[in-house]
């Protein structure tokens, strides 16, 4: 075998490292199968699914400053991630925080709107998500619950979210 063939199997187990999904209480499924792979050992398929790590892309600001968006998941604090129509999810989170005292900001990121923004699409392609959609990322930088489009009431739909995730409320 070759050192470059035998060397990948070595050195680029990237879905060994970073495609660790699981079940748990604190991750309400939205019923989607996981994502299928063609090698579970070396591709990495990234997958905003409740129970998975949350996918790396590079996003900026209005100074077009670039970051990681896993440095917007801070120590102790979730994160509700909507697409660029999604000011009413982050309407809720807001509203819930203050009210409960559970650490949850929230954010809006699109192509071109939002509070960030992705203009090299790399967040799109993964976010599993529409425009008027949200994800709830945990403070370990795990996806704990989705909602692909709008809710009727996103308030209702992100407190039961956060309540089964936090082990207050009967899931």
């Given amino acids: ?17 970073y495609g660790f999904a ?3 209480a604190a991750v309400v499924p939205d019923g989607s199968p996981p994502p299928e792979n063609v090698d579970d050992i070396r591709v990495y398929q990234p997958s ?21 968006i896993k440095d917007l998941v801070t120590p102790g604090r979730f994160l509700l991630i909507a697409g660029e129509d999604g000011a009413d ?26 509070d960030l923004f992705d203009p090299r699409l790399l967040w799109t392609r993964h976010r599993g998500i529409h425009r008027n959609g949200a994800i709830l990322v945990r403070p ?3 996806v704990a619950w989705r909602q692909v489009t709008a809710a ?10 956060l309540g089964r995730v936090l082990a207050t409320c009967p899931g």
């Avoid at 075998?1 to 490292?17: D, I």
């Avoid at 009727?152 to 979210?161: N, Q, V, W, Y």
């Fill in 48 to 68: 905003t699914r409740p129970g998975a790590p949350l996918p790396h892309a590079w996003i900026e600001d209005d100074g077009d400053n670039r970051r990681p």
């Fill in 22 to 24: 699981y079940d748990s």
């Fill in 89 to 114: 999810w982050c309407e809720a989170a807001h509203e819930l925080a203050a009210e409960t005292g559970v650490p949850l900001e929230a954010v809006r990121i699109g192509h071109s709107e939002g």
């Fill in 1 to 17: 075998m070759g050192k470059l063939r035998a060397q990948s199997m070595e050195f680029a187990e990237l879905n060994v490292e």
């Fill in 140 to 142: 370990d930088r795990y």
């Fill in 152 to 161: 009727e009431d996103p308030r209702a739909t992100l407190a039961d979210a």
